[in-house]
């Protein structure tokens, strides 16, 4: 069974820092590419930024400049560390993966559990 489990995340004010982070466990065999998305209560579901194996990045436009995305291959972790921070990024932040399951024939995504990052004025 193929896990995404995220950390980090918390509350701060405009203009500050966090980090999330995102870990696969289980039967993982590999890991492809790796990505975060992002909902706010009554909004749809926002691409963020995606991660390939060799490190290639792309970001959504208005976070651009402010967000890094990184991962580290053998921890099979993605990161997301967001600087100067606005109320905009106020969201549940979900990773995503797709992963070859050591069970399985095929690669197929998987999806992170959701964590909190609020912005505060």
């Known amino acids: 069974q193929v896990q995404l489990v995220e950390s980090g995340g918390g509350s701060v004010q405009t203009g500050g820092s966090l980090r999330v982070s995102c870990t696969a466990s289980?039967?993982?065999?590999?890991?492809?590419?790796m990505g975060w998305y992002r909902q706010a209560p009554g909004k749809v579901r926002e691409w963020v930024a995606e991660?390939?194996?060799?490190?290639?990045?792309h970001y959504e436009n208005s976070v651009k400049g402010r967000f890094i995305i990184s991962r580290d291959n053998g921890r099979r972790t993605v990161n997301l560390q967001m600087n100067n921070l606005i109320p905009e990024d106020t969201a549940v932040y979900l990773c995503?993966?797709?992963?070859?399951?050591?069970?399985?024939?095929?690669?197929?995504?998987?999806w992170g559990q959701g964590i909190q990052v609020t912005v505060s004025a």
């Open positions: 991660i390939t194996t060799d490190g290639i990045t």
């Open positions: 289980g039967s993982v065999a590999a890991v492809n590419g």
């Open positions: 995503t993966a797709n992963i070859w399951d050591i069970k399985g024939s095929y690669w197929s995504d998987y």
